[in-house]
């Protein structure tokens, strides 16, 4: 797929096909994410693959009944665990180096990003879950202290075909100069 029609067309899928996903398809996904950059290229994150059921059904009782996604964890073949690794990314010598503190989920907001759009480049489905416990995800990871789960993705082959949500007109958000200056 070409890269603007992947941006375009790339959308939360929340139910999955059982199939599972071929090494070679997921070790180009998990390139994308790789390929992602970070604060100083602290590449301050890590990945858990959930494949059993087990620990799939374990992760869904982090996240609430009413989550869209409540399905979707225990039903895609892969749940993608995205880990920070926490006081690493916009740090320097131990300090933040910025009024904003750690940035590590800005960090991870655009390597998931990227594990998504290849995802949909494959044919695979994702959808980003960001409301869970996120402390009881990582007691069932066993991540350390310094480890936190910022996200959630089922990762599978869609069971539908999503419909395009309509976004806003640039005109409506892109200000020169100053804002509200169109």
Same mark, same amino acid.
């Given at each position: ?5 992947? +941006?375009?067309? !790339? ?7 059982? /199939?599972?996903? $071929?090494? /070679?398809? *997921?070790? !180009?996904?998990?390139?994308?994410? !790789?390929?992602? =950059? ?8 890590? %990945?858990? *693959?959930? +494949? ?15 989550? =869209?996604?409540?399905? @979707?964890?225990?039903? #895609? $073949?892969?749940?993608?665990? #995205?880990?920070? %690794?926490?006081? !690493? ?6 300090? #933040?180096?910025?009024?904003?503190? /750690? ?6 907001? %655009? ?5 998504? *759009? @290849? @995802? ?12 869970? /416990?996120?402390?009881? @995800? ?14 959630? +993705?089922?990762?599978?082959? $869609?069971?539908?075909?999503?419909? +395009?949500?309509?976004?806003?007109? *640039? ?12």
């Amino acid at each position: 797929m070409e890269f603007y029609e992947v +941006i375009k067309k !790339r959308q939360a899928i929340r139910i999955y096909k059982s /199939d599972p996903i $071929p090494g /070679d398809t *997921l070790t !180009r996904v998990l390139e994308a994410f !790789r390929a992602a =950059p970070s604060w100083a290229n602290t590449q301050a994150w890590e %990945i858990v *693959l959930a +494949i059993g059921p087990g620990v799939k059904e374990q992760l869904q009782k982090t996240v609430s009944e009413h989550n =869209p996604a409540f399905t @979707a964890i225990k039903d #895609a $073949p892969q749940v993608v665990c #995205a880990i920070g %690794i926490t006081g !690493r990314s916009g740090f320097y010598k131990g300090n #933040a180096a910025t009024p904003r503190g /750690d940035w590590v989920m800005f960090d991870l907001g %655009i390597a998931t990003e990227h594990l998504a *759009l @290849a @995802a949909a480049a494959e044919g695979l489905g994702t959808v980003h879950v960001g409301m869970f /416990d996120y402390q009881k @995800a990582g007691e069932i990871l066993g991540l350390p202290a310094d480890r936190t789960v910022i996200e959630l +993705i089922p990762m599978g082959y $869609p069971a539908y075909t999503p419909r +395009i949500v309509p976004r806003k007109p *640039l005109e409506e958000f892109v200000f020169k100069n100053k804002y509200g200056q169109k």
